[in-house]
């Protein structure tokens, strides 16, 4: 998850690209993708995760990963940058269905670990379900952080997903398990289903689950051998390009409107 929010400020070697995140908040070249969740048992879309998009003005897309990665150099533009977003993900949601949004533990951190933090008053404040995704990974402090934003969402309320089970860089702890309203499978275990140890303990977190009434999400669905695999290892719901017919995406930034031939 990159620097603590107590980074040094940037250095000149930083500047430039912050420059351009700078300029990408200021002309809100912000938009959205809303990828459906599909319920196994009915096969209908239970609800939606958005996902911030973005631009430069000069049209060329910026990769989220990459953008967030920067923004961690500087906490204060991290935090309006995902305040940003945030509403701009509220204001445009699906009109039905769950929504999830990711939450990174140090935009939280930036906005400050206390009961007011606008972050959290905003997400708390949306008329319908939603649930706050997180990543614990394997660096501990980074773990820690993301128990003490777990912490502060269920104190509003809202329900937290565990992101990235099973993904090489992801830390589970016993409390997280327990804590969280919902796990979301990693879309490599898909790949790596020919063990037959990671199956099963895959099927055991689901059973888990349904047994305290939590529920079960596998990414990365793309075909229909996905599809039947998820069937097989009991998750709840599923996501991924399968269903990309089902994708809701926000209004596009003018700028990109402009460059259409």
């Known amino acids: 998850m990159g620097e603590r929010a107590s980074a040094a400020p940037p250095d000149s070697a930083e500047r430039e690209p912050l420059e351009g995140a700078r300029a990408i908040l200021a002309g809100g070249l912000i938009w959205s993708v809303y990828e459906p969740f599909i319920e196994l048992a009915t096969g209908r879309v239970k609800g939606y995760e958005a996902l911030a998009r973005f631009v430069r003005p000069d049209?060329?897309?910026?990769s989220p990963g990459t953008l967030f990665g920067l923004l961690h150099a500087d906490p204060a533009l991290l935090f309006a940058v995902e305040l940003a977003v945030k509403h701009h993900q509220l204001a445009h949601a699906p009109p039905a269905g769950e929504l999830f949004v990711n939450l990174d533990p140090d935009s939280w951190a930036a906005g400050g670990e206390r009961p007011e933090n606008q972050l959290l008053d905003l997400l708390a404040g949306f008329s319908r379900p939603l649930v706050v995704e997180m990543i614990e990974n394997l660096d501990v402090s980074d773990a820690?952080?993301?128990r003490g934003m777990m912490a502060a969402v269920?104190?509003?309320?809202?329900?937290?997903?565990?992101?990235?089970?099973?993904a090489a860089n992801s830390l589970i702890s016993f409390e997280s398990l327990d804590e969280a309203d919902v796990l979301k499978f990693d879309r490599a275990l898909l790949?790596?289903?020919g063990r037959?140890?990671?199956?099963?303990?895959?099927q055991a977190l689901a059973r888990m689950?349904?047994?305290?009434?939590?529920?079960t999400i596998l990414e990365g669905v793309e075909t229909a051998a996905d599809l039947v695999l998820a069937r097989e290892l009991g998750v709840d719901w599923v996501q991924g390009w399968y269903f990309d017919e089902l994708i809701v995406r926000?209004?596009?930034?003018?700028?990109?409107?402009?460059?259409?031939?």
């Open 250 to 261: 926000s209004p596009r930034p003018a700028l990109l409107t402009d460059l259409r031939p």
């Open 191 to 193: 790949r790596a289903l």
């Open 144 to 146: 820690l952080l993301s």
């Open 154 to 166: 269920r104190a509003r309320g809202l329900r937290v997903a565990l992101d990235d089970v099973g």
């Open 59 to 62: 049209g060329v897309p910026v």
């Open 209 to 215: 689950a349904r047994q305290t009434g939590g529920l």
């Open 196 to 202: 037959p140890r990671r199956r099963a303990v895959i």
